[in-house]
């Protein structure tokens, strides 16, 4: 078994996955040349906020099936499509201003130990590259992060009943985040914490 990083836009495959996809740790497939023997071969998933989502409605079946065998899928961007029983579609924010962007963090979680959430809301000074929305969380799912004085779900991750787990995170892609946060100093999410997320390797 292999992890899946669909390709979904023109040019290279995103920087900070390139090197496990040379050390073939990961596997790199185009969205268009996407089959069922892909997600077969598949433990765990990466997808970017630019899959798409309608394209990707006719893996559905497949996507199911790799998280019925404990697979694993992270999933960056607006969730537009109800791939899986229990997700829902992306709620942007009302009228935001700088304070809806602040960040707390809802629950430990292993991608962002040792990580301040403040730290990544702003990008070069400017907030909201982070996101501006969440994904409803499911029933039973785990919140990690929460957006605004609200605290909505901005990143959250799900242990599905039938088997499998999502994290979401409902935002630019985090794996290639800077997190330059001006006089907070700057930190970033490690591409090697989704991998390993995605791999099972930690936990939960």
Known sequence: ??????????????????AAVA???????RERNLTAADFIAA????????????????HSTALQS???RGGRWFFNGHMLRRFVDGLDVYRPLSKP???????TRLSEHPIFAGIDPTSLEENNGVAGFYGRGYNPLPPGGQPVTG??????????????????RIFSHAGNDVGGMTGQGGSRGTSGVPVERILAWCAGEICP
């Open 147 to 164: 957006i605004g004085p609200d605290l909505l779900p901005i990143d959250w991750d799900w242990a599905l009943p039938s088997g499998g």
């Open 1 to 18: 078994m292999s992890l899946l990083l669909i390709h979904s836009h023109f040019g290279p495959i995103p920087a900070p996955y390139a």
């Open 23 to 29: 050390e073939g740790r990961a596997r790199s497939v």
């Open 43 to 58: 433990s765990g998933l990466i997808t970017t906020q630019h899959l798409d989502q309608i394209g990707f409605l006719a």
């Open 66 to 68: 790799m998280l019925d």
């Open 97 to 103: 201003k700088r304070a809806d962007y602040a960040l």
